[in-house]
């Protein structure tokens, strides 16, 4: 024991530390060699094979095929020294090969032949790190001709700026915001969301990085950068997960900064037929009947900044068949084609609004939407002689009926000429529609019957926004609504069609009395009346309604997710 006690220490000393037998420099020379005859392989060769349809398919195995014997030549010979050289040649071996085949196939053809010295390493490294920078990208935006900007490296100084405005465009887009509104300053920038007509406000993009988030914008939209004051729009496009979508992108200047608005697919926003805004066909009958029996005259159509007054107006256009009536509009900024209308912008460098419109007129169209009734002259334009066998639609940003039917009259200036060609008012309110995923059932209870002129002991289902679903029994965000409680919205239209004794006591310089005639004659509902018609039917709640009706300030918008609070309950419809 004692032996052994002295021999072990002396034996343990005298043992070797362990040593690594296998150098570290020679897997990772072969490995540096393999990446680019992969990548030469796949990036240049097998698309070339397939643009020249030179059996892709077979080449791509030679090439698989001699890779692999490649890696099995370093791996297995016992030498590196002669395993590496061996892994050399075969990878250069079925490149020159297909170079050779294919250069003899396509001979006598317009193709270039393909040799090592006629190949752009330089660009293939670049595509690389561009295809690599866009699998990194959740958007791509492109251009005109459809082709992708280029995605910055993430060692790019502008990769952050590109993140941003992903960023920016994706929380607007997984919100359901049908717009973006950007106010530009010099701290930073604003951002809201517009959704289902109410504006959420949202995380502000801080200090100059707003400023460098905006001009990338614009740069893809095809807006000029530099320019901070005038108007400017274009179209913005985009894809993610596959799917393409279009922003148009509006630029304005003011004295506070510039604002910039992103409105996702706006054609569709503004393409949606008369019948389908939100009016009953007993609302519109009186108003097709009077339009179709005698197609002259001013039809008001009304609706607060917002509130689609721009959609009701096209609405309008496209009930007249282009085919059958010639149909033109005088606009400060057209924002659609209507298939069949000849649409004209509103150029003040050439001369005032009404020179415009009466150059229209003198052709003899049937039918003119003009947008701007508050120019001076405009009015005795439209109530001129020329004008008399000419139906038009005139866009007012209100929409109280009595309101726009005085604005009228002050257009014309003439009180008997502004009632005489009065022939209808068309005005609306925006109401979201709750979440058919998400709203709560409840019955009506007395208050509400009476003030919804509901039958006493006829039970009625309303609903209410709620924004929540249980998912394990525990109340989660709505995913179809994303926690709102509403989903998309509806028109709240009164139609009141003018007779004979509304345009008399119009004429008397009483706009009220008119309005209250012209209601009695066709028994017309109100704008609140629609919208409560619109509760009983299921469609809103009485808390929209109630947000929709406050005054102003009242009206703010609410907190994303939160209910709107209640203000003042609305005034019962009458019975007809």
């Not at 005298?14 to 030469?40: D, G, I, N």
């Not at 649409?343 to 003899?364: E, K, M, W």
């Not at 039970?459 to 209410?464: D, G, P, R, S, T």
Request: net charge positive; charged share 25%.
């Amino acid at each position: 024991m004692e032996t052994i006690r002295t021999f072990l220490p002396a034996l343990l000393a005298e043992t070797p530390a362990p040593a690594f037998l296998m150098s570290v420099a020679k897997p990772l020379v072969s490995f540096a060699a393999f990446v680019p005859y992969a990548a030469f392989v796949s990036g240049k060769l097998e698309k070339d094979a397939a643009y020249y349809n030179l059996n892709p398919q077979k080449w791509s195995g030679i090439f698989l095929a001699f890779g692999a014997a490649a890696l099995l030549a370093v791996l297995l010979v016992p030498t590196w020294l002669a395993g590496f050289p061996l892994m050399l040649t075969l990878m250069v071996v079925p490149c020159a090969w297909y170079m050779k085949f294919r250069n003899k196939a396509l001979e006598g053809t317009k193709a270039k032949p393909l040799s090592v010295l006629s190949i752009d390493f330089a660009k293939m490294a670049a595509e690389r790190r561009a295809k690599s920078a866009m699998a990194g990208a959740t958007l791509r935006f492109q251009k005109k001709d459809r082709s992708d900007h280029p995605v910055p490296d993430r060692k790019d100084p502008g990769f952050e700026t590109y993140g941003a405005l992903e960023a920016l465009l994706l929380a607007g887009a997984d919100a359901r915001a049908s717009r973006i509104e950007v106010a530009l300053s010099k701290q930073g920038a604003q951002v809201q969301h517009l959704i289902d007509s109410v504006r959420f406000k949202r995380d502000p993009i801080a200090g100059e990085l707003a400023t460098r988030v905006v001009d990338l914008l614009k740069n893809y939209a095809g807006l000029d950068p530099a320019e901070r004051r005038k108007f400017q729009r274009d179209v913005l496009a985009f894809v993610r997960d596959g799917n393409r979508r279009l922003a148009t992108v509006t630029s304005v200047g003011s004295m506070q900064g510039e604002a910039i608005r992103i409105d996702f697919d706006r054609e569709k926003q503004l393409t949606i037929a008369a019948d389908k805004l939100g009016a009953g066909e007993a609302q519109l009958k009186p108003l097709v009947d009077a339009l179709f029996t005698d197609p002259r005259g001013v039809v008001l159509v009304g609706a607060r900044p917002g509130q689609g007054l721009t959609t009701a107006c096209y609405a309008m256009l496209g009930r007249h068949d282009s085919l059958t009536s010639n149909v033109k509009t005088l606009e400060r900024k057209h924002e659609r084609i209507v298939e069949g209308v000849e649409h004209a912008d509103f150029n003040p460098s050439q001369s005032d609004y009404a020179t415009q419109l009466q150059t229209i007129v003198r052709r003899g169209p049937d039918v003119v939407f003009m947008s701007e009734a508050g120019e001076p002259g405009v009015g005795k334009v439209v109530c001129g002689a020329n004008a008399r066998d000419t139906l038009f639609y005139v866009a007012l940003p209100t929409d109280s009926v009595p309101d726009m039917m005085a604005a009228w009259v002050k257009a014309v200036g003439d009180p008997k000429s502004a009632a005489e060609t009065l022939r209808a008012v068309v005005a609306q309110r925006l109401v979201r529609k709750v979440c058919l995923t998400c709203r709560a059932q409840y019955a009506a209870g007395p208050a509400e019957q009476k003030m919804l002129a509901i039958p006493s002991g006829k039970q009625v289902q309303l609903y209410k926004q709620s924004g929540k679903v249980l998912v394990k029994d525990q109340p989660v965000d709505c995913p179809t609504c994303k926690g709102t409680g509403f989903l998309g919205v509806t028109g709240a239209l009164e139609v009141l069609v003018l007779d004979d004794e509304a345009r008399r006591l119009l004429a008397s310089g009483d706009a009220k009395a008119a309005y209250m005639q012209a209601r009695r004659a066709h028994k017309s509902l109100s704008l609140q009346e629609a919208a409560l018609m619109k509760v009983r039917a299921g469609e809103t709640s009485l808390d929209e309604v109630r947000r929709v009706f406050a005054p102003p300030a009242a009206a703010a918008a609410p907190a994303a997710g939160a209910a709107p609070k209640a203000p003042a309950p609305a005034a019962a419809p009458k019975k007809s």
